[in-house]
């Protein structure tokens, strides 16, 4: 089966800019998961999605981050504005329901200039 | 919240040695997932493993989930083993994101 896809796979903007991130998960799959990764530190969760509903977004920086997956497979996530310390991987993970383990995508690596 | 914490944080090997990685968690967890990811970024599935021996080709995996820690064994390197290892564990009960350990970042010399 494919794998998660995720794009674009790198991403340059300046502080202040806008940037959305785009994730197919695995078909079937009806969890989703956006993670942020820090250079040198394990990924972190930012929201997680079952079908098309928020099911924990508790270290989601509502100020300048969204996400939405509006019909319950593809999903995209916002930056508006960007500031440095964004500057990270931003993974996509999904899951099937019923199965613990999640699948990664090839990561978005944004650099905030 | 639960620590998840992995040794060492560096490992340097030549080609062909063996090795052996600690994750240790502070609390019960239902799912226990090793992880590589590559020089490129991609974090490539290796075990889900709550408790028990796993094995595939040259990594296995072993957790004992009653003195809350995981091993995984890397036997006969490659240079294709380099990159950074992740433990990731989910807690028992409500707890619904996967909480990752700080990596082992492994380099394998020819």
């Known amino acids: 089966e494919a794998g998660v896809a995720q794009s674009p796979r790198y991403k340059i903007i300046e502080k202040r800019q806008s940037v959305a991130f785009w994730c197919n998960p695995i078909s079937g799959h009806a969890t989703l998961y956006w993670y942020q990764q820090i250079l040198g530190q394990g990924p972190k969760l930012l929201i997680q999605?079952?079908?098309?509903?928020?099911?924990?977004d508790s270290q989601l920086p509502k100020d300048r981050f969204s996400a939405e997956r509006l019909k319950g497979v593809d999903s995209t996530l916002k930056i508006q504005p960007a500031k440095l310390e964004d500057s990270a991987v931003y993974l996509c993970a999904s899951r099937r329901l019923g199965r613990h383990e999640q699948y990664f995508g090839p990561g978005t690596r944004l650099t905030v200039t | 919240g639960i620590q998840v914490e992995q040794s060492p944080p560096d490992l340097i090997l030549q080609e062909g040695a063996n090795s052996t990685l600690r994750c240790n968690f502070s609390d019960s967890v239902n799912n226990l997932q090793w992880f590589h990811q590559n020089p490129w970024g991609q974090l490539i599935n290796l075990f889900y493993?709550?408790?028990g021996t796993k094995q595939n080709g040259r990594l296995s995996a072993t957790t004992v989930a009653t003195e809350r820690y995981s091993l995984l064994y890397i036997s006969s390197s490659q240079t294709t083993d380099s990159g950074v290892y992740f433990c990731a564990v989910l807690l028992s009960g409500s707890a619904r994101q996967l909480t990752f350990g700080s990596g082992t970042q492994l380099t394998v010399l020819p």
């Open positions: 493993i709550p408790s």
């Open positions: 999605f079952q079908n098309n509903g928020v099911v924990d």
